[in-house]
């Protein structure tokens, strides 16, 4: 049985030394705060949300738990959730009451128990699961102290999602999926979601108000897997258009998606106007201050998709369009938040550094949310700050943020954990902002974190002098990766102290598997100090060679030529597509190593030296690949850069010897990824498929859905797309249809050369390689999806081949 007294004293002891913390300390948004807890659902709805989340989740035990909600008067004012031994003499019934503030509270402090008192664990379905075989039978649930558990929110607020999430990650997503999400939300104790989905039907209602057709928006929309950028206006018509069906399809599963929300005591954050236009505009409106934007990554600047308008804020017409958005949106969905979101500015600076012009605009931006939503609060995107910091220089920093009202702004201080604005923007000139962790970037599959930072960040930042932080949030690009991660920062919501890190692992390790596993511990500790405590400042977007293959010529004389999205790349501005400065000190790609591998390589040997123990776990044996994929992919860049030596040297036996290693481990690590159903390209595929009403619907999503994980945006003969492998995947299914044939071809390539004593012919092999591409795009053949093999024997085999001597 699960020793919970192990764990007991890691909570109660901080959470019992918990401070009331009163309505004041959070003065601007005060009134925010009590309008929202105004708009919440009733008790009743709301204990019959959290029940249905028991019941998914644990209906075994649906007696064995009350829920209540309660005021925060019981909370000193604040949020919280009390749990308590539930006081009654039959042998029968529930056992532990759980109150809180709302559902969402009431769900956390059950996930809270189920963790600490049971040993249970929860993560996303992708990432092995739940592991709730350690909880006990109804009628022998742990008990606690007399005293019980009151456990309060620091800060007010859980954020979850990042704008292009929508796309990276829920884009194929249906009611099934979405509920398990907003269930996962409120176990982690996510009180404040974005809610962007099927946003194109109300903007199609908004635009016909204002003159514009279906027809013309078939070219301002994007695809399905490309809508975030549309809406950002980056791009527009790519992957496009959309249908009928899927506009109908996407309001009727956001207005699930919302109404569940609401059940649970969430606050959605609703989209807002942020000027991005269709091109059609500009003729009925002739006079109004429309300016095309410049290119954003296309590769011959295409007019199809390049180039989008936006309509200047201080325009009377953005005004009105804003207005229109938000009204069409109530009426749509009701009076359910008073909370939007608006990013004109992210990658799109204004056009004059003009203190008193910037005011006016971000003044102009708030008027058009006011005036269709009296008590709108403008959240915004802080990654402006450092992504163009040339511009944004504290005059111009301090102009926007102060052009609203105070408490009518939240800022999302987006990469808190790694480079942190609160600290040199006197804490955003006074605007509440919210502490968050990016961490992920295009949905790619990387073991990494920083999990000091996470566990002391965000109450440095609350604690620290003159702070108006107000909460914490988690703004990946895409989820489903690194369950341990997002586990340790959904706590940081409810904690008062910072977290030691090297027992709470412990405790992960126990919980994830059910039992305690002294091998596994010990490989969990050296990842604690490898993979998860990344220092060195770089943003870790996977550049791993498999699955980001370097575009360029390595001959001698051409080592100039690597292409720039190859070398290391680091968080400091300004910098390339995603603002990220390249460090030019050698002439080879080079790919993110945060780490010693020899220790990575030694936690894998004892996590399976621990596999005869929890061979059945599912959390373990995606860990496991997870961890053996990992190892694997840093040995192909070691084996990559050997290859490319070779060539230099003009080694043909080297070449060949290191390029079929390369290959090799592409196809192994293909057998490994196939052994487990998280880790399948068909999943993917079939999915988007799934949501086609006709087969020029299927056509269309499954080129979405394939080019988002490849090429991404556009290409010519000879250029591959500037965004290639940006959204890389380790998918069993993309690993061999698509990484291998590429890098086969590009070594065959380079073998040619030397055989030839010819210069490597990179425009052919680049036409190859794209024509290839093309047509793997268009392709419909049909991929697994269940696993098959068993992951922990190929693991083993694996290791053995590799590194075993």
């Known amino acids: 049985m699960f020793n919970k007294f192990n764990f007991l004293f890691l909570i109660l002891v901080p959470s019992f030394l918990l401070l009331p913390l009163?309505?004041?300390?959070?003065d601007s948004i005060g009134p925010l705060l009590q309008r929202l807890d105004s708009k919440r659902a009733p008790p009743y709805v709301q204990e019959a949300a959290a029940k249905g989340v028991l019941s998914r989740l644990l209906p075994t035990h649906l007696s064995s738990f009350e829920f209540k909600i309660v005021s925060k008067d019981a909370c000193g004012g604040d949020s919280c959730f009390l749990i308590n031994n539930y006081n009654q003499s039959?042998?029968?019934?529930?056992e532990i009451i759980i109150r809180g503030t709302t559902a969402v509270e009431i769900a956390s402090g059950l996930h809270w128990y189920l963790k600490y008192w049971c040993g249970a664990h929860i993560s996303w379905t992708k990432t092995g699961g739940i592991q709730i075989a350690s909880v006990p039978k109804p009628g022998s649930l742990p008990l606690l102290k007399d005293e019980g558990l009151i456990v309060k929110r620091p800060v007010p607020w859980n954020y979850y999602q990042n704008v292009v999430t929508s796309s990276y990650s829920y884009v194929w997503w249906e009611w099934e999926k979405w509920e398990k999400e907003v269930d996962w939300m409120a176990l982690q104790g996510v009180n404040l979601p974005l809610a962007f989905t099927g946003q194109e039907a109300i903007w199609q209602k908004v635009f016909k108000d204002f003159n514009i057709s279906s027809e013309d928006l078939n070219n301002f929309f994007g695809g399905p897997a490309f809508l975030a950028w549309a809406r950002m206006g980056n791009l527009h018509g790519w992957g496009g258009p959309l249908s009928h069906n899927w506009l109908d399809q996407q309001l009727a599963l956001q207005k699930q998606i919302i109404t569940r929300m609401l059940e649970l005591g969430m606050t959605p954050v609703l989209p807002s106007f942020s000027g991005n236009v269709p091109a059609s505009l500009t003729k009925i409106f002739p006079s109004a201050k429309i300016t095309r934007l410049g290119d954003w990554n296309t590769v011959d600047g295409d007019p199809r998709w390049c180039c989008t308008y936006l309509l200047d804020p201080t325009d009377p017409l953005f005004v009105e369009i804003g207005e229109a958005f938000i009204r069409k949106q109530i009426k749509e969905y009701g009076d359910v938040t008073d909370i939007y979101n608006c990013d004109t500015f992210n990658e799109n600076s204004p056009p004059t550094g003009d203190p008193e012009y910037i005011s006016n605009l971000g003044a102009s931006i708030f008027k058009a949310m006011s005036k269709g939503d009296?008590?709108?609060?403008?959240?915004?995107?802080?990654?402006?700050?450092y992504s163009d910091s040339s511009f944004w220089k504290p005059p111009q920093m301090k102009a926007l943020l102060q052009s609203v009202p105070s408490g009518k702004m939240i800022v999302l201080d987006l990469f808190a954990d790694v480079k942190p604005i609160w600290k040199s923007s006197f804490q955003f000139y006074g605007t509440p902002y919210i502490?968050?962790?990016?961490?992920?970037?295009?949905?790619?599959?990387?073991?990494?974190?920083?999990?000091d930072a996470i566990s002391s960040g965000p109450v440095e930042a609350r604690i620290s002098a003159n702070s108006t932080m107000v909460g914490v949030g988690m703004c990946m690009e895409g989820i489903e990766q690194n369950p341990v991660v997002y586990e340790l920062m959904s706590e940081m919501a409810f904690r008062e102290e910072k977290v030691q890190v090297s027992k709470w692992i412990k405790s992960y390790s126990h919980r994830r598997y059910g039992k305690a596993v002294h091998q596994v511990e010990e490989a969990w500790e050296i990842l604690y100090h490898t993979i998860y405590n990344c220092t060195d400042g770089i943003a870790d977007h996977n550049h791993d060679f498999i699955v980001m293959f370097p575009d360029w010529d390595p001959s001698t004389n051409f080592g100039s030529s690597v292409a720039n999205d190859q070398k290391k790349i680091y968080f400091l501005p300004p910098g390339n597509r995603r603002y990220l400065s390249q460090e030019t000190n050698s002439d080879m790609p080079q790919a993110h190593l945060w780490?010693?591998?020899?220790?990575?390589?030694?936690?894998?040997q004892l996590f399976l030296a621990g596999g005869k123990d929890l061979a059945g776990s599912l959390t373990y044996r995606y860990d496991l690949v997870d961890l053996t994929r990992q190892v694997l992919s840093k040995l192909a860049n070691e084996e990559y850069i050997k290859a490319v030596t070779s060539f230099q040297k003009k080694d043909i036996d080297a070449l060949h010897f290191h390029s079929n290693k390369f290959l090799q481990l592409i196809k192994d690590i293909e057998i490994l990824l196939a052994s487990d159903d998280n880790f399948l390209l068909g999943t993917w595929l079939e999915s988007a498929k799934k949501l086609a009403r006709n087969p020029s619907e299927k056509k269309q999503y499954e080129w979405n859905a394939r080019t988002q994980v490849t090429m991404w945006y556009d290409t010519n003969e000879t250029t591959q797309s500037k965004l290639h492998d940006y959204a890389n995947k380790f998918w069993s299914g993309l690993f061999e249809s698509y990484y291998l044939p590429?890098?086969?071809?590009?070594?065959?390539?380079?073998?040619?050369?030397?055989?030839?004593?010819?210069?490597?012919k990179l425009i052919e092999w680049r036409k190859q390689w794209i024509s290839q591409s093309n047509k793997w795009q268009e392709g419909n053949e049909l991929y697994p999806v269940k696993a098959n093999g068993n992951s922990l024997a190929i693991s083993q085999a694996l290791y053995e081949k590799y590194f075993a001597k």
């Open 435 to 451: 502490w968050c962790m990016l961490h992920n970037f295009g949905g790619n599959i990387e073991m990494y974190g920083i999990l």
């Open 742 to 760: 590429r890098a086969s071809t590009y070594f065959s390539y380079l073998s040619e050369s030397l055989r030839r004593n010819e210069k490597f």
């Open 90 to 94: 039959r042998q029968s019934g529930p």
């Open 595 to 604: 780490y010693r591998p020899n220790d990575v390589i030694k936690a894998l």
């Open 22 to 26: 009163s309505l004041s300390e959070f």
């Open 374 to 385: 009296k008590d709108a609060v403008w959240l915004m995107q802080g990654w402006l700050f």
